[in-house]
């Protein structure tokens, strides 16, 4: 394969092997919330009901996604994805067995819905992680292009075949085929090996490994406006997804098999979309192919609602699926090349939270409003509310990270201390010195702040810059890291392009003031 090659990663062995598993866990994903779903219809004519299936699905990955990335940081990932995958069987299994006995109830269905989806939101990071660490950072790119075709091209088989599986066999026959998909991915994990990597300084615990990850999108304006521009448009836009059931039974008069199909195209689109978008990056903005995507997949929503004929619906359907993979994927590629790699599976956790977060609470309230006022008003306020959102999120930065910018930096600073220090330690400060001319203060604060942004994301607290007042062009630099194990672990973090920004500051520090780090002084004993 040449060199740029969208299908290079594919030459990796490893790559392939964990490139189809993840697939056939998409599979399995859409086969259960598109199968559960058409289910629930047969056992509960309330649009709640229905829509409850696509909260049950995905409102595990708001609660447990955050906790999944840090996890999927902390431990080794192989053991973590086989409890997880596990977790999923079990749902699976008892689904078949419950529905082949004919026991299975609504409340029930939604519950072990819940608790498959459970296990698919704490594996998702540890899948997304894994599957870049076998390959050269130079195919990354590549490999998340590769990651968005196998997720729609699940999106749309699953449902196809969830539909099929009901209309020709039973409804157990569904939860049979996700079991036995889950049987071969735990099966070839375990031929994996084991991903944990030694480290020099101790792993962060469980609850900072959360504030950490939460402090560096906080601190991050292109990954902060990317995520409120995932949850406001999927949050709006899931009204679609979540009334299709009815939209195929009510308003176009069709079974289970049509219900897949509709997904089907949906997918199809998704598909054909995530095959061009690399090309369209290059020619469009990033906020153009988002609005461009919203204003297809509104239309799509207000097709539904006005129009009985499905060979149009499913045409609109097409596009609704590159609108929906024009938006999500080019703010997911976002969120993934923005990240520096030692938080990079806790940021994709809280986009999937958010991209599911808002799938779960716009299930909720899609289906309640077309409870109070109708199946089509509902869909044309989801199409309206689309358009607005746009409106709401036009401002903030939106741009692809470079990979080399996000690399880890090599420390060559060996710090000599002047007495040990303990890892528990702290709080610990900091004070860098840099004298300014005038002609340069402007550049020098501009670069001080970029500076002290990266500090905040890596760690550093109450951060800060001061002019003195009885020198001149004097300003000093000071934050507070909260241990000395956080300080040692912040210039661990720093990346390749916290290291450029830092040392456009060299020229600036003062030769006779070197770079000052006090720790905290408890009283002693004897002074109390």
């Not at 996890?71 to 977790?87: C, G, H, K, S």
């Not at 066999?169 to 099966?187: K, P, R």
């Not at 897949?260 to 369209?280: D, E, I, P, R, Y």
């Not at 290291?499 to 009283?523: G, K, M, V």
Request: one cysteine or more.
């Amino acid at each position: 394969m040449k060199e740029g090659s969208p299908w290079i990663p594919f030459r990796h062995r490893v790559f392939r092997g964990l490139w189809f598993a993840a697939a056939v866990v998409n599979l399995a994903i859409w086969m259960q919330t598109v199968g559960a779903a058409w289910i629930m219809t047969t056992l509960s004519s309330s649009p709640l009901m229905v829509s409850l299936v696509q909260t049950a699905m995905t409102l595990p990955v708001f609660l447990f996604g955050l906790p999944g990335g840090v996890i999927a940081d902390l431990v080794d990932r192989r053991r973590w994805l086989i409890v997880t995958q596990a977790t999923m069987f079990g749902a699976a299994a008892v689904l078949c067995l419950l529905a082949y006995s004919g026991e299975l109830g609504a409340w029930t269905l939604l519950l072990l819905t819940f608790v498959l989806g459970t296990g698919s939101a704490l594996g998702m990071s540890a899948w997304m992680v894994t599957i870049v660490d076998v390959l050269p950072r130079s195919e990354v790119p590549a490999a998340v292009s590769l990651n968005g075709i196998a997720t729609n091209a699940a999106r749309a088989l699953g449902p196809a075949i969830a539909g099929v599986l009901i209309a020709y066999w039973n409804a157990a026959s569904v939860f049979l085929v996700i079991a036995l998909c889950m049987t071969a991915v735990i099966l070839f994990i375990l031929t994996l090996k084991s991903s944990r990597q030694a480290h020099d300084l101790p792993p962060e615990t469980f609850s900072g490994g959360m504030r950490s990850g939460l402090r560096y999108i906080r601190h991050s304006s292109v990954l902060f406006n990317a995520l409120k521009q995932v949850f406001v448009f999927t949050s709006c836009a899931s009204a679609l997804w979540a009334l299709m059931p009815l939209v195929a039974k009510e308003e176009l008069d069709m079974d289970a098999g049509g219900y897949g199909l509709l997904m089907a195209f949906m997918g199809g689109g998704a598909v054909v979309a995530a095959l061009n978008l690399t090309k369209l990056y290059r020619r469009f903005t990033l906020r153009t192919l988002i609005a461009s995507g919203a204003i297809a997949f509104a239309a799509a929503t207000l097709a539904a609602a006005l129009t009985h004929n499905r060979y149009v619906v499913c045409a609109m359907l097409i596009f609704a699926g590159m609108g929906w993979m024009a938006v999500n994927a080019t703010i997911s590629t976002v969120v993934q090349t923005y990240a520096a790699n030692w938080v990079r599976a806790r940021v994709a956790s809280v986009y999937l939270l958010m991209l599911m977060g808002a799938m779960a609470l716009g299930g909720v309230l899609w289906g309640a409003l077309a409870e109070y006022i109708g199946l089509i008003n509902a869909l044309i306020i989801s199409a309206a509310t689309i358009l607005l959102g746009l409106l709401i999120t036009r401002n903030g930065p939106i741009e692809l990270g470079n990979e080399a910018d996000f690399a880890e930096a090599q420390q060559t600073d060996k710090l000599v201390l002047a007495r040990d220090v303990s890892h528990s330690d702290g709080p610990v400060s900091v004070e860098i010195s840099y004298r300014v001319n005038d002609a340069e203060h402007g550049i020098f604060v501009r670069t001080a702040y970029e500076v002290g942004q990266s500090r905040r994301r890596n760690g550093a607290q109450n951060w800060r810059l001061y002019r003195d007042l009885s020198e001149k062009n004097l300003y000093v630099e000071r934050f507070i890291v909260e241990s000395w194990l956080e300080y040692l672990r912040q210039q661990a973090r720093v990346t390749k392009g916290d290291e450029s920004r830092e040392n456009s500051l060299q020229r600036f520090r003062c030769d006779t003031l070197a770079t000052r780090r006090y720790i905290y002084q408890a009283p002693s004993v004897n002074d109390q």
